[in-house]
């Protein structure tokens, strides 16, 4: 069950479509992520206490990383990801050559539900490199991001 969740959480987070309006301000002001930039695997860790609080209706606090590894397809500074709720704490670049770029900043963007990480420069098309982003949220029973949702047995909830 909570693989799947995971999973899920996942997918959601980073191919979420979204449906608001473009905000210039961001150097990416699309729905769709970019394409000069491929994802290859996902590594996710969450922690979180499910048991910790009686109250059923209390949203939990969790904290979490993800590392992506990621295909450049194309030349650029510019990473895209989907991310929904979430309070990014760090975000670090890593390739296999002693090469790696650095993160200029990183930012996200409420209103397309994205977050904007910038680089010191530009690797080249075909570069492969792991982008690891720690992350903090809360477990909501909202039905976005990372949530909560309950079952039957019988009489019980």
Not at 33 to 45: G, Q
Not at 63 to 68: A, D, F, K, T, Y
Request: proline share 4%; hydrophobic share 35%.
């Amino acid at each position: 069950m909570l693989v799947s969740v995971i999973f899920w959480f996942v997918v959601y987070t980073l191919t979420q479509p979204l449906s608001c309006s473009l905000q210039h301000e961001f150097e990416w002001n699309k729905y769709r992520l970019p394409t000069a930039i491929t994802p290859n695997e996902y590594s996710i860790r969450l922690i979180l206490d499910m048991f910790g609080n009686e109250d059923v209706n209390m949203e939990l606090p969790y904290s979490g990383s993800v590392n992506i590894s990621l295909y450049f397809n194309e030349s650029t500074d510019l990473i895209v990801l989907h991310s929904v709720s979430l309070n990014i704490t760090k975000v670090k670049v890593e390739t296999q050559t002693d090469s790696s770029p650095d993160v200029l900043n990183y930012r996200h963007n409420d209103k397309m539900e994205q977050l904007e990480v910038k680089l010191d420069r530009r690797p080249d098309a075909g570069t492969e490199m792991n982008l690891q982003v720690e992350f903090m949220g809360l477990v909501s029973d909202q039905l976005q991001g990372f949530y909560k949702g309950t079952y039957r047995l019988s009489e019980s909830k």
